[in-house]
């Protein structure tokens, strides 16, 4: 259908709400119940070094941290870590450019490496290179449009943000390439784990692994060992290692839900896994439903896949929502604005303003607000066409 | 004397000592007796968001953070914060960075800013900067000997890491220059508090501060909220804020010292800054007698001052010792390196090899086993010159 004007047939007294965001907020409610059981004590003399391990590459990785991310990634069956390198970061954001700055030349190149990733590709990639006017790498936009006979590094992101769809690298040059792999979404809460990821780099981080986005902690899984050397040098020079406190909760937060998992009695859907992933199927079906009726705006299609780690088929419950706009609304994010909600518009993810991104992990308050002002949408939709 | 080989007269057979690093072990034994008071319990609920306050500039900044902070310097006077903005980071490594970029003009100028640093200087601003081979600032050397008429900025560090003197800007130049004050070791366990200090941009640290290095938490002091604005917005794309359980923890331990130093009946001695400062005035004290014994190396030499927080007259009691070799000793790193000791040598902090830093901070055993090789030496020379 063509919707007659770029403005939404309502407005929205109340007020704004912020889904621009990935603040994964949703996850509160489990770890409410969790609370006791996870919670950490730290005594005034602990942390005081700034060394973990000086036998490990990542000298500032707490063992007990590495021993937490190896056993999650075993016993969700997501990422193989056997024979490879972990190396942490203050997010995944620090091991971006970490990994960046170790796949790029040591000397000073004569241009800086072309990095690309598929749009819509995640909207922070390109600010966080641009920052650094770096002449070791530089941002350059579209992989899928990607046609210079020059060094690159492709990112690949799966499940995609902003439109969690699931990708392989897709750059077709003739010059050299490395891949670098952002899996931040690649959980069964978000989407069916088919397979054990085995790239040369790999990016998780905890945010949106378990929702604590406030420890910042990421993590590279790395098959070089001279890679995970360097990226280690980047976070040194950079922060010279990550928190400890949040390092101890991590480990200690990994390590509960995986006893859980390896308890003999528990039940799927009260652990952490089965539990978000019922939160989201949920909002996603109302979502849906509030999307359809609109009339304005449709919803990326995602197929039904078998989850080797819930030993059932589902389809993705993507972080975000992907809406396109129908034809007569030109800009997704002002379109939003009117509705006094908060989104990403197209643009900073390489696509036209005709897409718009809203969070799916916020408040349930935001979310609850959201399908109210969509629901306004659909109802003067009917009321015109009747 | 002029020493008569470039070898010392000893060899050992003793495992290596690293007094290399400034990791502030010497802090744990008041952390141990203080350590219940100081424990911290975080619940497995806390710190999902990556918000902490968004009505402040820095808005991953936990509010009860930045009244610590305050806090802090207002109770032991050593800089001015009012009516100035908190920017943090994690280690006041990140914050340095920041600072230079938001020093910087937006637009990649036609030559990258200068970063100059009066010689002997800390020798880690040199590969923090060079790593990221950025358009917008590079390091350009000592500021003792910086003649371009271009723009720069000066960092000034007081007490001087790695010789502890106090020191003012000294660049002569025509062009446009801003400065940047790291005063990580601006404390009164290591230097008399004389004056608050009040510059424009103040970098300060948990590491040096408390002696929390693990923790990783830096903050800034700075006068115009648009180089905060610029300053928050590097560590957004850096790392998207700073661990939380790291905040929470500094701004307890910051409570701690500030509620002793509060209380009516304490003993100045067995609060933080005293208690600190006795043990490393003992260790200063052996230290000079054991080098002045060796005959083979100097130490810089520390007038006396008043200390505003402690009420008392006292020498500087720098971090790191900072030896100069006597003649004849040409390499100072690799004189310490055949006694095992690992040491800083000179050249990375703008110097000749006939300089040397060591650590005076570290654990108890490594400074005793120092003094015990350092006593070897001298009993050597006292047997050559009977």
Same mark, same amino acid.
């Given at each position: 259908?063509?919707?007659?004007?770029?403005?939404?047939?309502?407005?929205?007294?109340?007020?704004?709400?912020?889904?621009?965001?990935?603040?994964?907020?949703?996850?509160?409610?489990?770890?409410?119940?969790?609370?006791?059981?996870?919670?950490?004590?730290?005594?005034?003399?602990?942390?005081?070094? +700034?060394?973990?391990?000086?036998?490990?590459?990542?000298?500032?990785?707490?063992?007990?941290?590495?021993?937490?991310?190896?056993?999650?990634?075993?016993?969700?069956?997501?990422?193989?870590?056997?024979?490879? +390198?972990?190396?942490?970061?203050?997010?995944?954001?620090?091991?971006?450019?970490?990994?960046?700055?170790?796949?790029?030349?040591?000397?000073?190149?004569?241009?800086?490496?072309?990095?690309?990733?598929?749009?819509?590709?995640?909207?922070?990639?390109?600010?966080?290179?641009?920052?650094?006017?770096?002449?070791?790498?530089?941002?350059?936009?579209?992989?899928?449009?990607?046609?210079?006979?020059?060094?690159?590094?492709?990112?690949?992101?799966?499940?995609?943000?902003?439109?969690?769809?699931?990708?392989?690298?897709?750059?077709?040059?003739?010059?050299?390439?490395?891949?670098?792999?952002?899996?931040?979404? +690649?959980?069964?809460?978000?989407?069916?784990?088919?397979?054990?990821?085995?790239?040369?780099?790999?990016?998780?981080?905890?945010?949106?692994?378990?929702?604590?986005?406030?420890?910042?902690?990421?993590?590279?899984?790395?098959?070089?060992?001279?890679?995970?050397?360097?990226?280690?040098?980047?976070?040194?020079?950079?922060?010279?290692?990550?928190?400890?406190?949040?390092?101890?909760?991590?480990?200690?937060?990994?390590?509960?839900?995986?006893?859980?998992?390896?308890?003999?009695?528990?039940?799927?859907?009260?652990?952490?896994?089965?539990?978000?992933?019922?939160?989201?199927?949920?909002?996603?079906?109302?979502?849906?439903?509030?999307?359809?009726?609109?009339?304005?705006?449709?919803?990326?299609?995602?197929?039904?896949?078998?989850?080797?780690?819930?030993?059932?088929?589902?389809?993705?419950?993507?972080?975000?929502?992907?809406?396109?706009?129908?034809?007569?609304?030109?800009?997704?994010?002002?379109?939003?604005?009117?509705?006094?909600?908060?989104?990403?518009?197209?643009?900073?993810?390489?696509?036209?303003?005709?897409?718009?991104?809203?969070?799916?992990?916020?408040?349930?308050?935001?979310?609850?607000?959201?399908?109210?002002?969509?629901?306004?949408?659909?109802?003067?939709?009917?009321?015109?066409?009747?």
């Amino acid at each position: 259908m063509v919707v007659s004007k770029a403005s939404p047939p309502v407005t929205c007294s109340d007020s704004t709400i912020n889904l621009e965001k990935g603040d994964p907020l949703v996850f509160g409610k489990y770890w409410k119940k969790k609370s006791d059981e996870c919670s950490v004590v730290i005594q005034g003399w602990e942390f005081l070094s +700034y060394l973990s391990d000086t036998s490990n590459v990542c000298w500032y990785m707490l063992p007990e941290l590495k021993g937490a991310i190896q056993r999650l990634h075993h016993v969700v069956g997501n990422a193989v870590t056997q024979d490879k +390198y972990i190396v942490i970061g203050t997010g995944s954001t620090q091991l971006f450019m970490a990994a960046l700055f170790a796949l790029s030349p040591s000397q000073t190149p004569d241009h800086p490496f072309n990095v690309v990733s598929a749009a819509p590709h995640y909207s922070e990639y390109k600010p966080e290179i641009d920052v650094l006017r770096s002449a070791v790498v530089q941002w350059a936009g579209d992989a899928g449009v990607y046609d210079k006979n020059e060094p690159y590094i492709e990112v690949v992101n799966y499940p995609n943000n902003p439109d969690g769809t699931i990708r392989g690298p897709v750059v077709k040059s003739a010059a050299k390439g490395n891949l670098v792999h952002d899996l931040a979404y +690649y959980w069964p809460q978000y989407t069916p784990i088919t397979h054990q990821a085995d790239h040369d780099v790999m990016l998780f981080t905890f945010s949106k692994c378990t929702g604590h986005a406030g420890s910042r902690i990421g993590w590279a899984i790395v098959k070089d060992i001279e890679i995970a050397k360097k990226m280690t040098r980047f976070v040194h020079l950079g922060s010279h290692g990550v928190a400890k406190e949040s390092q101890a909760r991590a480990a200690k937060i990994m390590g509960a839900i995986c006893d859980d998992y390896q308890k003999f009695e528990s039940i799927e859907s009260e652990l952490f896994f089965g539990y978000c992933k019922n939160i989201l199927r949920e909002r996603w079906e109302k979502l849906k439903g509030a999307i359809e009726k609109s009339k304005v705006f449709t919803l990326t299609k995602y197929s039904r896949a078998y989850c080797n780690f819930a030993n059932e088929s589902f389809e993705t419950y993507p972080t975000f929502a992907w809406l396109k706009c129908e034809e007569g609304i030109e800009n997704g994010e002002s379109y939003m604005g009117k509705l006094k909600i908060r989104a990403r518009g197209g643009p900073g993810f390489g696509v036209g303003p005709n897409y718009v991104r809203l969070t799916m992990i916020g408040m349930d308050d935001d979310f609850n607000e959201l399908l109210k002002r969509l629901s306004m949408l659909s109802a003067i939709q009917i009321s015109n066409s009747s």
